[in-house]
T-cell receptor, first 107, second 111 residues
Framework: KNQVEQSPQSLIILEGKNCTLQCNYTVSPFSNLRWYKQDTGRGPVSLTI?????NTKSNGRYTATLDADTKQSSLHITASQLSDSASYICVVSPPNFGKGTSLLVTP | KAGVTQTPRYLIKTRGQQVTLSCSPI?????VSWYQQTPGQGLQFLFEYFSETQRNKGNFPGRFSGRQFSNSRSEMNVSTLELGDSALYLCASSPESYTQYFGPGTRLTVL
């Protein structure tokens, strides 16, 4: 069964700190892995998309990594801002969705 | 370019009723996908339409149906509503590439 597991389920960090979100998957076949950011009350917005041959991709302060051998991905957020408070969703070979990590950045 | 629009944004129905949700994709996008999002299950894929044809379908009962028109606009219909159908219904459009652009969603509440 195709599964996408995200951890932690929720996270609280101080503004300015870094954090890393995890995504483990058992999806096969693999085509691509995406990270989305979803603000409360809004639809998800794409942050990064990685194919099998890519092991890192950045979008501003967001950096995603992919290890296709271990079937793991991470999303690293640098110098967090209050506006980073959102749910972060990992999607593998769509439409296999993780349940998301809820991030709260506090002053 | 205008983004993906969904109407209505909020909807309240009672059990047993039916509902139709509408999605207008970004101009030029031919693929439209529908998703159900609930706190417990996260995002779940309903179906995808491409050029008026259903290309993929998720694991939902037949009460959930959809269609796409020649202008790429799409509608989703849920018949015989159940309490568990209360959710945020998201529509996403894409050109023939990986990126999907989501609309703001329709929040459906079934009483």
């Amino acid at each position: 069964k195709n599964q996408v597991e995200q951890s932690p389920q929720s996270l609280i960090i101080l503004e300015g700190k870094n954090c890393t979100l995890q995504c483990n998957y058992t999806v096969s076949p693999f085509s691509n892995l995406r990270w989305y950011k979803q603000d409360t009350g809004r639809g998800p917005v794409s942050l990064t998309i990685m194919t099998f041959s890519e092991n890192t991709k950045s979008n501003g302060r967001y950096t995603a990594t992919l290890d296709a051998d271990t079937k793991q991905s991470s999303l690293h957020i640098t110098a967090s801002q209050l506006s980073d408070s959102a749910s972060y969703i990992c999607v593998v070979s769509p439409p296999n969705f993780g349940k998301g990590t809820s991030l709260l950045v506090t002053p | 370019k205008a983004g993906v629009t969904q109407t209505p944004r909020y909807l309240i129905k009672t059990r047993g009723q039916q509902v139709t949700l509408s999605c207008s994709p970004i101009s030029g996008h031919r693929s439209v996908s529908w998703y159900q999002q609930t706190p417990g299950q996260g995002l779940q894929f309903l179906f995808e339409y491409f050029s008026e044809t259903q290309r993929n379908k998720g694991n939902f009962p037949g009460r959930f149906s959809g269609r796409q028109f020649s202008n790429s606009r799409s509608e989703m219909n849920v018949s015989t509503l159940e309490l568990g159908d209360s959710a945020l219904y998201l529509c996403a459009s894409s050109p023939e590439s990986y990126t999907q652009y989501f609309g703001p969603g329709t929040r459906l509440t079934v009483l």
